[in-house]
């Protein structure tokens, strides 16, 4: 009930491409999924975040897709740079469950 | 610099010692999270305070115990280590009780040998 499953693991894109990882949770008192990004030496740190009265959310290249009804929400950069290589945690919290529950984790490399 | 603070950076210490881990939350934040990154098992949630109160607690073992003081700083202190216990250990805080606007420190590396 507390688990969300990310996928994939790790991903390879060129630069200007699109990158996709899509996360799948169980419990439906979850309100809260945000997406976090985090560099090598260095904490995961917010990137942005949607509450399930929305289907899409975006902030700059970054865009958050959301279905309900499959419980499933996915991340999207846009126009992917060198500089967003790093590995992306989506999470989510909500009811009972007041800490984040984070999935695996992705690893993203963006080449030149 | 998030202004979550967490010391030492790093940790290396012998199996069957004791550590203690350090976090200062961001100024105004109320709750403390702690978490362990391994690569085996990802971010895990060992446990909540809020407020000097434990709020929830996760997949901590009994070896491991945290508090969080008047100050709101919080200290997880890890006993009778063993080499698994090798991971990054971090702190979050946030304004909230829920989880919303986690905000995460550096971190700390302990390193088990």
């Known amino acids: 009930q507390q688990q969300v499953k990310q996928s994939p693991q790790s991903l390879i894109v060129q630069k200007g491409g699109i990158s996709i990882i899509n996360c799948a949770y169980e419990?439906?008192?979850?309100?809260?999924f945000p997406w976090y990004q985090q560099f090598p030496g260095k904490g995961p740190a917010l990137l942005i975040a949607i509450r399930p009265d929305v289907s899409e959310k975006k902030e700059g290249r970054f865009t958050i897709s959301f279905n309900k009804s499959a419980k499933q929400f996915s991340l999207h950069i846009m126009d992917s740079q060198p500089g967003d290589s790093a590995t992306y945690f989506c999470a989510a919290s909500g009811g009972s469950a007041r800490q984040l529950t984070f999935g695996s984790g992705t690893q993203l490399t963006v080449l030149p | 610099d998030s202004g979550v603070t967490q010391t030492p950076k790093h940790l290396i210490t012998a199996t069957g010692q004791r550590v203690t881990l350090r976090c200062s939350p961001r100024s105004g934040d109320l709750s403390v999270y702690w978490y362990q990154q391994s690569l085996d098992q990802g971010l895990q949630f060992l446990i909540h305070?809020?407020?000097?109160?434990?709020?929830a607690k996760g997949n901590i073992l009994e070896r491991f115990s945290a508090q969080q003081f008047p100050d709101l700083h919080s200290e997880l202190n890890l006993s009778s280590l063993e080499l698994g216990d090798s991971a990054l250990y971090f702190c979050a805080s946030s304004v909230a009780l829920a989880g919303a606007g986690y905000t995460f420190g550096s971190g700390t590396r302990l390193t088990v040998v």
């Open positions: 419990n439906t008192a979850f309100d809260y």
């Open positions: 305070y809020y407020n000097g109160e434990e709020r």
